[in-house]
């Protein structure tokens, strides 16, 4: 009976009870390879350049590594090129944006300038990187940043009156759909209807080709998640109301015009969107993936299956390497495997990171790694000593006390140690004796270290500093600013020293050490040996996996489950020369002992803790 089994692509049908979901895959799969999105493999396509077919990395920079200059010029120079020799790698870009993350209108000048983001963009390509920048799709945001008295920190109404309010997506009753979305800090933003000549201008010309122009090679629309926009009800632009296929045919339209005009600047310019919609595969070269964020026992990775060979899938969020079963599935499922993008995996970084506050947090509600986001401080730019911004703690009649600040780890310091804080400082507005301050101090027992204060006289960056001793019984050191009673002062470039054996002080720094960066470094080593498989290759029916499974607790955006997971993933593939092969990862930091059942056959396998392998199946 076995030899009369009806063949599915290449493999033996299933017999009864033997189904799962890549049964049903396959039915589809042989539905769709007659379709224009499945005419023309990704190592085929004469549109796609040779460096993204050859198994590269992913790596992510952001202000974390802007605003140390020449930092990502040393990352290049003294890691990937001697670790990676050959290796491309396609960088994202987050922080680019004028006033930070997904913050539009004003994109432009990029961060830190113009001239500073083009030199980055060359770097990178200079050591086989290739920058990708993620704007924020179709969004307009009319205003971000909800302040405490109602006003916001940037506000585009006039603007968005004036030219965007008649392109924009309509409700059904004709006005604007505003969305208050989670990372503008309660702003809101509208979206540009694609089918609008101003809303494919805007993003085409403005957003697009601004960036390629500025030395980026490919452009993510970020937020048009699985390549759709709001619904829009609005008549005058050309398409029928609400949802409806002309959503689909307008933003095939944008995307293929974008393609077009950004490839005149540069004939390999690519894009991509967030999320997948397998009716832009023939014209997309990777693919936003994130099938990880839906809690089950199992990922069903419906899309990479079917279209593997088609596109190039990736995992983006800065999440990613917290989530250990993640990261074992993706690389098993033949996604582009990803370095940890902190600096600090790479090289010894202050202790003190952001004390330059170039890193707003979403919404520019403050700044990241510093507590008290809520509680007024400001976003300053274009008044600071270094980079583009400064700490504002900025009391008013409705804030009259604001404080910012951060527990140090333990690593960074000990009981005994002698050390300097040094920070710029410069009044706006005092009351009386009142300044404000920035302490270190011990919360647990309201022990005060060191106080420094800025200065008396208003209106003049000056240098400030204190030194002290970490006494016996300290806890936890905290760094905290505070403002009251009227108070008006800025804050830049917070550093803390420590005295050495002859006298000096050297700045505490820190580096992460963990089996991260080894077990990325030995996927991109696997990924890109291996390309034709776990790049290129056709999904199989992977073999049936005995292993050890585990009690897992998602946490994802507020939610929580308790699952079960498998202690190790596997991935089968099929490179277009015929030849079968798996990649076996291990998702736990203990050794595993597992058994596949391949073609009726048993295997025996053993990995090392976060083990990766892989493996010709014949």
Request: with cysteine; hydrophobic share 35%.
């Amino acid at each position: 009976q076995d030899a009369r089994r009806p063949s599915i692509n290449g493999q033996d049908a299933p017999r009864v009870g033997e189904t799962d979901w890549r049964d049903a895959a396959d039915l589809y799969r042989a539905w769709a390879k007659d379709r224009r999105w499945c005419r023309t493999k990704m190592i085929d396509r004469p549109d796609i350049p040779a460096w993204a077919k050859k198994g590269p990395a992913q790596m992510k920079f952001n202000r974390a590594w802007f605003r140390h200059p020449g930092l990502v010029k040393r990352w290049t120079e003294e890691y990937f090129k001697p670790r990676f020799p050959g290796v491309p790698f396609v960088a994202e870009i987050e922080g680019w944006e004028h006033h930070g993350d997904w913050v539009t209108p004003e994109y432009f000048p990029c961060y830190p300038t113009d001239a500073d983001f083009t030199a980055f963009c060359k770097t990178l390509n200079a050591a086989g990187g290739h920058a990708w920048a993620w704007p924020g799709g179709h969004h307009w945001n009319v205003r971000v940043g909800k302040n405490v008295d109602g006003t916001y920190r940037l506000d585009y109404s006039e603007q968005f009156e004036r030219e965007v309010r008649a392109n924009a997506c309509t409700n059904p009753d004709g006005t604007p759909r505003l969305d208050s979305l989670s990372w503008l800090g309660g702003g809101e933003s509208a979206t540009l209807c694609p089918a609008t000549a101003y809303g494919r201008d805007w993003w085409n010309d403005f957003v697009a080709c601004g960036l390629v122009s500025r030395g980026v090679e490919l452009v993510q629309a970020d937020q048009d998640v699985c390549a759709r926009v709001r619904p829009c009800w609005n008549r005058g632009h050309g398409h029928a109301p609400g949802d409806g296929r002309w959503m689909t045919r307008a933003l095939r339209h944008q995307f293929e015009t974008q393609l077009a005009k950004t490839r005149k600047l540069n004939p390999w310019a690519q894009f991509s969107f967030e999320e997948p919609n397998e009716y832009y595969n023939d014209i997309l070269c990777f693919q936003d993936y994130r099938n990880c964020r839906f809690f089950g026992t199992e990922w069903a990775s419906v899309f990479n299956y079917l279209y593997h060979e088609y596109l190039t899938p990736y995992q983006p969020g800065s999440e990613f390497y917290s989530k250990w079963y993640w990261v074992a599935h993706s690389a098993a499922d033949g996604q582009m495997p990803r370095l940890p993008e902190l600096p600090e995996y790479y090289f010894p970084m202050p202790v003190v990171s952001n004390g330059g506050f170039e890193e707003p947090q979403l919404g520019l509600a403050g700044f990241v790694g510093w507590y008290g986001t809520r509680a007024g401080q400001s976003v300053v730019t274009n008044d600071c000593t270094e980079g583009r911004s400064s700490l504002g703690m900025i009391t008013t009649p409705t804030l009259k006390e604001i404080r910012a600040g951060r527990t140090l780890p333990k690593s960074a310091w000990k009981v005994g140690g002698e050390y300097k804080l040094t920070l710029q400082m410069k009044s706006l507005r005092t009351t009386g004796g009142e300044r404000g301050s920035l302490i270190a101090y011990d919360p647990s027992s309201k022990a005060f270290f060191a106080t420094v204060r800025p200065p008396a006289e208003t209106g003049v960056w000056t240098r400030c500093e204190a030194t002290f001793v970490v006494p016996d019984g300290t806890k936890d050191l905290r760094l905290e600013f505070m403002a009251r009673k009227g108070v008006a002062y800025l804050a830049d470039d917070v550093k803390l020293y420590e005295k050495t054996s002859d006298g000096s002080y050297a700045e505490v720094v820190s580096r992460i050490k963990s089996d991260v960066l080894d077990f990325a470094e030995r996927w991109v080593d696997a990924y890109h040996a291996n390309a034709k498989w776990l790049q290129h290759g056709r999904h199989l029916h992977p073999p049936k996996v005995e292993c050890e499974m585990l009690p897992y607790t998602e946490r994802f955006r507020g939610a929580v489950a308790e699952l079960v997971k498998p202690s190790v993933f596997v991935g089968a593939f099929r490179s277009a020369d015929g030849q079968d092969a798996f990649f076996l990862v291990n998702a736990t930091d203990r050794e595993q002992k597992f058994t596949l059942t391949w073609k009726g056959v048993r295997l025996e396998r053993t990995l090392p803790p976060r083990g990766l392998k892989f493996e010709l199946a014949d």
